[in-house]
T-cell receptor
Framework: AQSVTQLGSHVSVSEGALVLLRCNYS??????LFWYVQYPNQGLQLLLK??????LVKGINGFEAEFKKSETSFHLTKPSAHMSDAAEYFC???????????FGKGTKLSVKP | EAGVTQFPSHSVIEKGQTVTLRCDPI?????LYWYRRVMGKEIKFLLH????????ESGMPNNRFLAERTGGTYSTLKVQPAELEDSGVYFC??????FGTGALNEKLFFGSGTQLSVL
């Protein structure tokens, strides 16, 4: 069965520091993988997605993620954190043609001045 | 262009009462999804409409939950009677194309959710 594990429910970084949010997946078929972000009082917004093209995926707001099949990982990174990056981030895997997403538990990112 | 709209944004009800949540998808989006996040847990899929038809309702927790999408426009999710464990955030999402196929142009748009508290 497909599943997603996000390591760390809370991550805190200083402004300007590297952001690394971890995501590991389990899937019996080649997966489609996604990162979503939820800012306070807003809906989930797509950051980026992997759909079997390039393994390094660039998203909005300077975020990127690398699909590593050997490690079953899809970690999200950003070289330099901004205060505006403070939000909750969700990794998700698609069940393909079934048309729904399986989400991880989410990671809350705090950015310290 | 208006996004996915959900209301109410918050609802506080007592156990045993009925609550109806509404979702207005983006105009022209045939695919509508409901998801739920119980506190501390993952966001979980509830069901998927294609126009007015239920395509997949495998995530609906029990028969106290009833989803409808009359006319293929807005959707409602009714909980009757509500139980304490129903508390959480209910998200609605819509897409023009069936989501999850990996098509480059597919995109799922989420509403900001309804926070349901059952006391």
């Amino acid at each position: 069965a497909q599943s997603v594990t996000q390591l760390g429910s809370h991550v805190s970084v200083s402004e300007g520091a590297l952001v690394l949010l971890r995501c590991n997946y389990s899937s019996s078929v080649p997966p489609y993988l996604f990162w979503y972000v939820q800012y306070p009082n807003q809906g989930l917004q797509l950051l980026l997605k992997y759909t079997s093209a390039a393994t390094l995926v660039k998203g909005i707001n300077g975020f990127e993620a690398e699909f590593k099949k050997s490690e079953t990982s899809f970690h999200l990174t950003k070289p330099s954190a901004h205060m505006s990056d403070a939000a909750e981030y969700f990794c998700a895997v698609s069940l393909g043609s079934q048309g729904n997403l399986i989400f991880g538990k989410g990671t809350k990112l705090s950015v310290k001045p | 262009e208006a996004g996915v709209t959900q209301f109410p944004s918050h609802s506080v009800i007592e156990k045993g009462q009925t609550v109806t949540l509404r979702c207005d998808p983006i105009s022209g989006h045939d695919n509508l999804y409901w998801y739920r996040r119980v506190m501390g847990k993952e966001i979980k899929f509830l069901l998927h409409f294609v126009k007015e038809s239920k395509q997949d309702e495998s995530g609906m927790p029990n028969n106290r939950f009833l989803a409808e999408r009359t006319g293929g426009t807005y959707s409602t999710l009714k909980v009757q009677p509500a139980e304490l464990e129903d508390s959480g955030v209910y998200f609605c999402a819509s897409s023009q194309y069936r989501f999850g196929t990996g098509a480059l142009n597919e995109k799922l748009f989420f509403g900001s959710g309804t926070q349901l508290s059952v006391l």
